[in-house]
């Protein structure tokens, strides 16, 4: 009787201990995730945008900008172009108007593929208002280099943490 109930506090002890280390996988899984938007999270200054021309040469923009990321899922972004007749938006997404951008929504981050997808809600460019734009990043130091998904637009844009 007494190894029978040894054996079974045993078997007890190594489900709790089986189940905790289930727990705590699923945490430190949960943990990289939020380490990856944790990234992401506050203000970012625009260091460069780069815009492929006609001929396939790359323009860099005269611009400045500010990209904004909340830890509740939420961002937004303004450029300003300091020639207003630059960033028209001659490209197959018009993002500007006036010679400025500026958006707010929320996003998704998908880590394993560097990806991350912009859903806006509200734009100065009102056809962007409800679409899905997704994006594709690098984080490098205090870096995010931002580039689209899409093969049709021909665009890159590097951030620095404040």
Known sequence: MKKLAASGVLSL???????????????QD?????????RFIGAWRLVSLEEEGAGGDVHR?????MLVFTREGR???????RNPQAGTGSGPVQYTQG??????GRYEIDEPTQ???????GALVRSLIGK???RRFELSGKQLI??????????KVTWEHY
């Open 13 to 27: 002890l190594f489900a709790i201990a089986a189940l905790r280390g289930s727990t705590l996988s699923g945490s």
């Open 30 to 38: 949960r943990d990289i995730n939020e380490g990856m938007r944790d």
């Open 61 to 65: 923009a005269d611009c400045t900008g």
């Open 75 to 81: 961002m937004s972004v303004q450029v300003m172009y």
């Open 99 to 104: 010679g400025y951008e500026a958006s707010f």
């Open 115 to 121: 990806r991350f997808s912009y859903h806006v809600e």
């Open 132 to 134: 899905e734009l997704p």
């Open 146 to 155: 931002v580039k689209p998904a899409s093969p049709n637009e021909h665009w």
